[in-house]
């Protein structure tokens, strides 16, 4: 494991989309409060004409997991998911309640993005993110790039099992349903067929820098580059959905896009937004204290919750303040 490095960071990807989102917002080519038919007129089957796009960055469209058997072939192609989420019924009434898509944040937010931009969401975080920033970070690895990708090391299971982790093994869960659908095989995260596909949820490949630089600019200036202006900062962390979710089983917090502190992933507190990522992965911005922090692993842990590493990071970061 060298400086040169690249990690796939699970869902911290989840808050690049976010920010290449909020970008597009800010030029007035999308409009959170518009329904998503507006912009993907499909989307409309089985009562879903008046979910607005909002609710697709919050969690709450009640479209967590994909009803319909998809494989590994489906992910690649892109369309054959986009397509079943836009035929299906919601999963529980929209906007009642949130539950984490998993999976199908990448998809549905994806779809619009691609639809009002006019290019792949793997495209405008190139473009628009990472090449003015001078990161490495891509969502569709590039092949000269896979040779530096270290592989994921699955999480040694814990004695006892983690209580989330007991709930996501149970095939009846919404949890189990979220977090396999469509149905990708472990041995696939390893594979540069995978790395190459875009899976805005949870498939972006970079470094813990380039999640610090992509934070860094949304609350100032890196080098000449700011990716958010102030007020689409504080837009984009209000509070959308808090509460118990329905898929994790327990309290989480979400602004539009982002996560905001809560009990099991309280990042640094008050202020701070940005996203998680299975086995222990990082990002996020603190907005009151003007820092932002990235980590990226390979190692990771079998439970869910706050990593002790990360812990340990932001608390040596926080008493140089």
């Known amino acids: 494991y060298t400086p040169n490095t690249l990690q796939m960071v699970w869902s911290s990807t989840k808050g690049v989309v976010a920010v290449a989102a909020h970008m597009l917002a800010q030029e007035g080519l999308l409009d959170f409060d518009a329904p998503v038919v507006e912009y993907w007129p499909e989307f409309g089957a089985e009562g879903k004409e008046r979910i607005p796009v909002r609710w697709l960055f919050s969690h709450r469209s009640g479209l967590a997991a994909i009803e319909q058997p998809?494989?590994?072939?489906?992910?690649?192609?892109?369309?054959?998911?986009?397509?079943?989420?836009?035929?299906?019924r919601p999963l529980w009434e929209p906007g009642t309640a949130h539950g984490y898509h998993t999976f199908t944040y990448g998809w549905l937010a994806g779809e619009v993005m691609r639809r009002v931009s006019g290019v792949s969401v793997g495209q405008l975080v190139a473009e628009r993110i990472a090449k003015p920033l001078g990161v490495e970070f891509w969502i569709g690895l590039p092949q000269e790039m896979n040779a530096r990708v270290a592989?994921?090391?699955?999480?040694?299971?814990?004695?006892?099992?983690?209580?989330?982790?007991k709930r996501a093994s149970d095939p009846s869960s919404l949890t189990f349903k979220s977090f396999t659908s469509p149905a990708i095989p472990p041995s696939a995260f390893n594979e540069y067929l995978f790395r190459s596909a875009e899976v805005p949820a949870g498939n972006g490949i970079g470094n813990a820098r380039a999640l610090a630089r992509i934070y860094a600019a949304c609350i100032g200036e890196v080098d000449g580059v700011r990716l958010l202006d102030p007020e689409t900062v504080e837009r984009a962390t209000q509070t959308e959905a808090r509460g118990e979710d329905l898929v994790m089983g327990f309290e989480t917090h979400y602004g539009t896009g982002f996560q905001l502190p809560f009990p099991?992933?309280?990042?640094?507190g008050q202020g701070s937004f940005g996203h998680h990522g299975s086995g222990g992965s990082v990002g996020f911005a603190q907005k009151e204290l003007g820092f932002s922090f990235g980590y990226a692993m390979n190692q990771m842990r079998p439970?869910?919750?706050?990593?002790?590493?990360t812990n340990s990071l932001i608390a040596a970061l926080l008493s140089c303040l």
């Open 70 to 88: 998809l494989g590994l072939e489906d992910v690649i192609a892109w369309t054959p998911v986009v397509d079943a989420l836009a035929a299906q």
């Open 151 to 165: 592989p994921v090391i699955a999480p040694v299971a814990a004695n006892p099992p983690d209580p989330f982790v």
């Open 264 to 268: 099991f992933r309280p990042m640094a």
């Open 303 to 309: 439970v869910y919750g706050s990593d002790p590493r």
